[in-house]
């Protein structure tokens, strides 16, 4: 077992080398340059001061190595924009990041799994149809579109709930103003992930409920529930955890739509002005840091398939 | 709101104080129906105004609060409300007015100027404003790293006493005393100096201190910067408890939050006005701004460097449809790159060039261009081709560069359309000058100088347009003090541009706010009327 | 004979059906957009802005005054073949790579799998923002960047597939008879991976349409004037207040293909693979 986790290290570091080289080379491989040599008030000597203190002359592997010896180290560098630490920019973002994915990964777990299992045990009913089409719709709904149509609805029709941000500002930091603001971003945020768990979980449970164990189970005359939950639930769910373990990097790095639209200070909108202006140490940290939470949360995953089947191996 | 009554004042020593007092009297005297034009009965005039409150704005990203670095359009907002620069522009006119500096004096050759600076100005620390923050800020924008934005003609900034500073100029230089007050704000030496300005995350996040007559209350990365009323201030404690600025990416919900009352102040878009109309709680305020929208052809391209290509393309649109269509009527098509709301300095004796398909077409055929098979414009076998870039991200911007492209269409010239995302646009098109033909404004300072715009070798100056008379006038309006012998020359500088237009320009844009009813700001661009934020006030 | 076929599919899988006579149509208008519109999708008409629906413009006009129904159908024509060009893009990548990885093992299976990996766990979106963002967002460069972040399901795929039947007899039989890799793969293995590879596909184009438009809400999609739905969807929402049906059209058109093709991937699953039957209780 453990011989397998240090194999699966070595695997993840090697992944994070891949990842960093390609987002390094990709950077470099683009034309323009950082988004604060564009001030129209500088003077081209001050354009071409700018870039030298930058380091941005230097040949491509020696601005990497720069960056790679920093980084082992835990020194991301610095924005370029806002001249701070980026392994600070990042950590500010991570409680507000945690926030809203944990909200969504919870309401797509607590919300989807119990209706797609309600759905395969009931095939064909009501229920059923209804679930399955709601979540076609889901996945096929573009996020801006209904986060704006949410806004427009509750915030600014109905006056319900704020159409934006993480608290009220000035106020007190509350519990409930938080939940509040969290509403609407969690429902768009789970648009995307809970008719798809719901489905998985559906279709899991089906297949599971077709095996011939469990047949062999409800010939022997076991009450239906029984035979659900103690034979065909677990096994079921092997597939589900899958799906979570996919829809990690989507909620931590992903939400860049759902955080423009609500002003969430997550990591998400973070990645969206890194991006915009160009900065390559905050890109480059934030790939990073994403790439090591989604690595972990696979191993994390996969030591969850063991303890869930005893028969999987750690590989 | 420029009255002609301004225009009198020399431009020397003003004992003049813009106090709260002074900024509703010059208001009421400018005329509310110029100023905050209300679309609704029933909305707030001059009343009483209240003390205290809270006003909210949205940012769309995080700004850096330190005032030598400051970039990009959030920093310079909140900076203008934290920080002071010796002058300021006056809330109506846009003329410089005392701020840090009491008063100021030219020397008479233009090379010296000396001013006089309040002893009763505070850093919201506690600790005094001397000449020496001056010095220290001003040299230290010129040497440290980051960013040169102060006027490259201060030669040595001189510290006589305390609280008189001597300014030595490479060259007369008139707009010195309006750029003071533009971006120059003055940073407190014993605090910043010796210090790595871009590491210095503690004054720039948590604890910016400035002279401003607001301070800083709590800064929250990605959700907001809320400030507080600096009850020491100078000129009197500001009206408003607090300001905050919230953080919202997007444009549309920066819409909704005005409508929803979780914004006080908001920018909008023509088209946006329809989304507020008849609500009771809000008012539209439209006012003039430092701003000309143009489109700019590569001169150093052959095809657009006679001057009458030129004139042609600016016949060729029909730029009151633009207005009406695509500002809503909220605009003014352009004489030249001098807008209105330079007061003195616009020459209202010219009319913009007509719409005039048939002169167009006149134009180009005295140059060789000649319709050919299909309508198509050619000359010496070739068509009339060429890409308009735009920037993506502004839909006025790409609607007019869209019906642009249409009215050249009608005239016979090939014209693709190119847009792009903005930092590619600026790093590509615009800052390269490699573009043929390209849609873009410029916000100046309240100076009409437009020497670095549009003289020749000018840094910004990038349709490379060169019109060695325009930049004789150019030059010496920049140097000379005296108002009267400016507004002649600044005059005549329009006057050439009619017959050798540097650019193709459009229209000055009016800028459109939407703001809580009860609230009263300066009736200028809220650039310039941030940096009279202690005025801001609600009604009761 | 043919009809009762297509009866029984309808009975078998209703939603299914539906999508491929959706798709049908809409790709139908699609091809034939010139012969079904009067007007450009450019010509600006600054007299009628917005105007509803009506005779001259069966939708109505746009912000520029330009019909919209054309625009829909020119933009049908460019959301879908984006999304049909990155589909086979990264099809195409990921089971060449699949293949080639699955069936040599060894060093060459490692690399692959390791950049699989790595590509897995960037965020496919920041990714997309920050190549478009630096090289830009030509129609190419779209259709290049959503193809070369989606191969890796396909890839993981095909290399399963490989692993799967590398030791069945038929392989075995076939290299025992001589049969050169090349033919074995091609021949022999390939085929078998058809039906999981078809249902990716019609997945894929699905999640492709959505990532367009969300480019597009960002300004990183294909660019106006050029109409796609995800542009036109984008711009629709400044005027939100005062004309809500310019949101409303392509969110719906967005809304029905993709469904259509979800359905149909699912559809296909259901008839390509019947050992794993869903939805059919015990009868």
Redesign the interface.
């Known amino acids: 077992m453990w011989r397998a986790i240090l194999r699966r290290v070595l695997h993840a570091l090697l992944v994070l080398l891949t990842v960093s080289l390609l987002t390094f080379g990709l950077i470099m491989a683009a034309p323009g340059g950082p988004s604060i040599l564009l001030d129209p008030d500088l003077s081209p000597a001050d354009r071409a001061r700018l870039r030298q203190e930058l380091g941005l002359d230097a040949p491509a592997h020696i601005q990497y190595l720069k960056w790679a010896g920093n980084a082992v180290r835990g020194d991301l560098g610095r924005s370029l924009v806002q001249k701070r630490r980026v392994a600070e920019m990042i950590g500010e973002r991570v409680p507000a990041t945690a926030v809203l994915a944990g909200a969504g990964l919870l309401l797509t777990l607590l919300a989807g799994i119990p209706l797609g299992v309600a759905a395969a045990t009931r095939p064909r009913s009501l229920l059923d149809h209804a679930a399955t089409i709601a979540s076609g719709v889901g996945v096929a709904i573009p996020g801006f579109w209904f986060g704006i149509m949410l806004i427009i609805l509750f915030a600014v029709w109905l006056h319900l709930l704020p159409s934006a941000g993480m608290y009220t500002p000035g106020g007190p930091q509350t519990l409930a103003d938080l939940l509040r603001h969290l509403v609407m971003p969690t429902l768009v945020l789970a648009t995307f992930s809970l008719p798809q768990v719901t489905l998985f979980a559906r279709a899991s449970v089906l297949e599971t409920l077709r095996q011939d164990y469990v047949r062999t189970a409800r010939a022997k005359g076991l009450d239906e529930r029984r035979v659900l939950f103690r034979h065909g639930l677990r096994n079921a769910l092997i597939p589900v955890l899958t799906v979570i373990g996919l829809l990690v990097p989507r909620l931590v790095g992903g939400a860049v739509i759902t955080e423009t639209v609500f002003a969430w200070p997550g990591m998400g909108r973070l990645s969206a002005d890194a991006a915009f202006g160009r900065d390559y140490p905050l890109i480059m940290g934030i790939t990073m840091v994403v790439s090591v939470v989604v690595i972990v949360s696979n191993l994390l995953t996969d030591i969850a398939y063991t303890v869930v089947d005893p028969r999987i191996r750690l590989e | 709101m420029q009255t002609e009554r301004d225009d009198e004042r020399e431009e020397k020593s003003q004992p003049f104080g813009v106090t709260r007092r002074g900024f509703l009297r010059a208001a009421a005297a400018a005329g509310a129906a110029t100023s905050c034009a209300a679309l609704w009965p029933g909305s707030a005039v001059a009343q009483q105004p209240r003390q205290g409150g809270?006003l909210?704005m949205a940012i769309i990203?995080?700004p850096?609060l330190n005032p030598i670095?400051t970039?990009?359009i959030q920093s310079t907002t909140i900076c203008k409300v934290l920080y002071s620069g010796l002058c300021r522009p006056d809330p109506v006119t846009l003329e410089p007015r005392p701020d840090l500096a009491k008063s100021w004096q030219v020397s008479r050759d233009g090379l010296t100027w000396t001013f006089m600076l309040r002893d009763n100005v505070t850093w919201h620390d506690g600790k005094p404003f001397t000449g020496e923050d001056v010095k220290w800020t001003l040299e230290e924008r010129a040497t440290g790293?980051?960013?040169?934005?102060g006027p490259?003609v201060v030669k040595t900034v001189e510290v006589v006493e305390p609280h008189v500073v001597r300014f030595h100029l490479t060259q007369p230089f008139a707009p010195l005393a309006v750029l003071m007050g533009f971006t120059q704000y003055i940073g407190p030496k014993h605090l910043l100096e010796g210090k790595d300005?871009?590491?210095f995350?503690e004054f720039?996040?948590k604890n910016p201190v400035g002279t401003g007559p607001f301070k800083m209350k709590?800064f929250?990365?990605?959700?907001?910067v809320?400030l507080q009323a600096n009850p020491d201030y100078f000129l009197g404690r500001p009206y408003l408890d607090?300001f905050?600025f919230?953080?919202?990416?997007?444009?549309?919900?920066q819409?909704?939050?005005i409508?929803?009352g979780?914004l006080d102040f908001a920018l909008i878009?023509p088209?946006?006005i329809?989304?507020v109309k008849g609500m009771p709680d809000l008012k539209l305020d439209v006012v003039d701004y430092v701003n000309h929208y143009y489109i700019a052809f590569q001169i150093k391209n052959p095809l657009f460097a006679d001057p009458r290509v030129r004139l042609a393309m600016i016949h060729a649109v029909d730029r009151q449809?633009i207005v009406?269509?695509v500002l809503l009527g909220y605009g003014t098509v352009a004489t030249g790159t001098i807008p209105p709301a330079l007061g003195w300095a616009y020459n209202s004796t010219l009319k913009p060039l007509p719409y005039d398909p048939q002169k167009a077409l006149a134009l180009l055929a005295e140059v060789g261009w000649k319709p050919g098979p299909g309508g198509v414009l050619m000359k010496d076998g070739k068509p009339f081709k060429f890409t308009l870039s735009v920037d993506?991200?502004n839909?006025a911007r790409?609607?007019t560069a869209?019906?642009a492209q249409?009215f050249y269409k009608r005239l016979g010239m090939d014209v693709t359309?190119e847009?792009?995302?903005?930092?590619?646009f600026?790093?590509?098109r615009?800052?390269a000058r490699d573009y043929e033909a390209m849609h873009m404004w410029w916000i100046t300072s309240p100076d009409p100088d437009q020497l670095d715009y549009y003289g020749t070798g000018g840094?910004?100056n990038h349709p490379n347009y060169s019109n060695p008379e325009i930049d004789k006038v150019l030059l010496e309006a920049q140097q000379i003090t005296d108002r009267d012998r400016r507004r002649q020359l600044y005059h005549r500088y329009q006057e050439l541009e009619m017959s050798d237009p540097p650019v193709a320009t459009l229209y000055y844009p009016k800028e459109i706010r939407v703001t809580n009813a009860k609230l009263v700001i300066p009736p200028v661009g809220y650039r310039d009327a941030l940096t009279n934020s202690e005025a801001w006030h609600y009604t009761t | 004979m043919v009809w009762q076929g297509v009866a029984r599919m309808f009975r078998r899988n209703p939603p299914a059906v539906l999508s491929v006579l959706f798709l049908a149509a809409l790709v139908g208008m699609a091809l034939a957009a010139p012969l079904l519109t009067r007007y450009t999708t450019e010509e600006i008409d600054l007299g009628r802005i917005v105007e509803g629906p009506g005779r001259e413009h069966w939708l109505g006009t746009d912000e520029n005054g330009r019909d919209v129904f054309s625009r829909l159908t020119y933009g049908a024509r460019v959301s879908l073949s984006v999304a049909l060009a990155a589909v086979a893009m990264s099809i195409s990548l990921g089971s060449l790579l699949g293949a080639v990885s699955g069936y040599f093992g060894g060093p060459v299976d490692h690399l692959t799998m390791r950049l699989t990996d790595a590509l897995l766990c960037v965020p496919t979106f920041f990714l997309l923002l920050t190549v478009l963002t630096l090289f830009g967002t030509s129609i190419v460069n779209i259709v290049l960047v959503i193809g070369l972040t989606s191969w890796m399901g396909v890839a993981r795929l095909v290399r399963g597939e490989f692993l799967k039947y590398r030791a069945f007899e038929f392989v075995i039989a076939a290299r025992a008879l001589g049969a050169g890799d090349r033919r074995v793969i091609f021949r022999h293995v390939l085929p078998q991976t058809v039906p999981a590879i078809t249902v990716a596909s019609t997945l894929g184009v699905a999640l492709a349409i959505l990532t367009e438009s969300a480019l597009s809400y960002l300004g990183l999609g294909v660019q106006p004037p050029t109409p796609s739905w995800g542009n036109m969807l984008s711009a629709s929402q400044s005027y939100i207040w005062n004309a809500p049906q310019l949101a409303v059209y392509p969110g719906v058109l967005i809304l029905l293909t993709v469904l259509a093709f979800n359905a149909l991937g699912e559809g296909l699953r259901d008839l390509l693979d019947p050992q794993r039957e869903r939805g059919r209780s015990d009868r």
């Open positions: 809270a909210r990203a995080d850096v670095l970039m990009g790293k980051g960013a040169w934005r490259r300005q871009a590491e995350a720039n996040k709590e929250v990365t990605g959700q907001h809320t607090t905050v919230k953080v919202v990416p997007d444009v549309n919900v819409v909704a939050q409508k929803t979780e878009e088209q946006n329809a989304a449809t009406e269509k993506k991200g839909p790409e609607q869209t019906i249409q359309l847009t792009m995302e903005w930092a590619a600026a790093s590509k615009w800052l840094a910004n």
